[in-house]
């Protein structure tokens, strides 16, 4: 089965930074788009930033210039490093991937959530 493992975060004063890993396992084929989402207690999920298979990136609304998505030369690992962090940004941190197994089913899989909370 396909797994998507996520870890790195944490408790980070206003200001600081964080790096956040999602690692994935199982049996795959190929890994598409690789996505980072967050979810606050009473809100929707949100995307925030996005890295296709040709390494194209793309940060969402209010991270962008602060938050940087990047692959491993594997391409089974996606990290998204986090700076000049905010008390907003505080969320459950969730990775996406767009994953064909080996069975030649295609789906999009998530991990169970990284806390990251940023606060003084």
């Known amino acids: 089965q396909v797994q998507l493992v996520e870890s790195g975060g944490g408790l980070v004063l206003p200001g600081g930074s964080l790096r956040l890993s999602c690692a994935a396992s199982?049996?795959?084929?190929?890994?598409?788009?690789m996505d980072w989402y967050r979810q606050s207690p009473g809100k929707q999920r949100e995307l925030v930033a996005s890295?296709?298979?040709?390494?194209?990136?793309d940060d969402e609304g209010s991270v962008k210039g602060r938050f940087t998505i990047s692959r491993d030369n594997a391409k089974t690992t996606v990290y998204l490093q986090m700076n000049s962090l905010k008390p907003e940004d505080t969320a459950v941190y969730y990775c996406?991937?767009?994953?064909?197994?080996?069975?030649?089913?295609?789906?999009?899989?998530w991990g169970q959530g990284t806390q990251v909370t940023v606060s003084s």
């Open positions: 890295i296709t298979g040709g390494g194209s990136t």
């Open positions: 996406n991937a767009d994953i064909l197994t080996g069975g030649w089913i295609r789906k999009d899989y």
């Open positions: 199982g049996n795959i084929l190929s890994i598409n788009a």
